[in-house]
């Protein structure tokens, strides 16, 4: 199956810090998501981005499907963006899975 | 904002109980899934479902698992004889169309005692 690598593991940063989360994948694909997953769990869904780039307030994504690799951009960054971050991607020309790296955990600290 | 909903938040069920998790997907959306999570592991796919028959299952998804809509609204997942290692979070997600945003649910925590 694709595989899905995020970087790095681990994060910590003092609040309004920028950061960027790094997501690799083997194969070409159709549709690239990322998440984030609160203290409580939750799946937050923040961006569908199979290409190009995107922006949501604090938040800005790149995916480069050419050179499979996507980014994250958290900026001026809040305690409450700590959490788990996710890459997921579904493979080009395979059915509906979402396929879900290991994701990259990050705690912001006043 | 419209969501998808889950039910019940936390279940304790004894191995060999059979379990029915239950999902309310956002109400036009097509396309539903079934993903887990282990404690501490990544995010693993179940099941995807659309026009009333699953259209991909993965290796997980045994004969052990089963999902049905039994109506216009509900999509459950029933899983007939727990094991111990069917302890995880379970994720119920939809999409409007394939190949777009999913939405998740806020999951149901097994555990299998």
């Known amino acids: 199956g694709i595989q899905v690598e995020q970087s790095p593991p681990d994060l910590i940063l003092q609040e309004g810090a920028n950061s960027t989360l790094r997501c690799n994948f083997s194969?070409?694909?159709?549709?690239l998501q990322w998440f984030h997953q609160n203290p409580w769990g939750q799946l937050i869904n923040l961006f569908y981005?199979?290409?190009g780039t995107k922006q949501n307030g604090r938040l800005s994504a790149t995916t480069v499907a050419t050179e499979r690799y996507s980014l994250l951009y958290i900026s001026s960054s809040q305690t409450t963006d700590s959490g788990v971050y996710f890459c997921?991607?579904?493979?080009?020309?395979?059915?509906?899975?979402?396929?879900f790296g290991k994701g990259t955990s990050l705690l912001v600290t006043p | 904002e419209p969501e998808v909903t889950q039910t019940p938040s936390h279940q304790v069920t004894q191995m060999g109980q059979e379990v029915i998790l239950r999902c309310v997907p956002i109400s036009n959306h097509l396309y539903f899934y079934w993903y887990r999570q282990i404690l501490g592991q990544k995010v693993e796919f179940l099941v995807s479902f659309y026009n009333n028959e699953i259209s991909e299952k993965s290796e997980i998804f045994d004969d052990q698992f089963s999902v049905e809509r039994p109506d216009g609204s509900n999509f459950t997942l029933k899983i007939r004889s727990t094991k111990l290692e069917d302890s995880a979070m379970y994720f119920c997600?939809?999409?409007?169309?394939?190949?777009?945003?999913?939405?998740f649910g806020q999951g149901t925590r097994l555990t299998v005692v």
């Open positions: 997921a991607v579904e493979r080009s020309n395979s059915g509906y899975a979402l396929n």
């Open positions: 194969d070409s694909v159709n549709n």
């Open positions: 981005i199979p290409s």
């Open positions: 997600a939809s999409s409007v169309r394939a190949r777009s945003r999913a939405f």
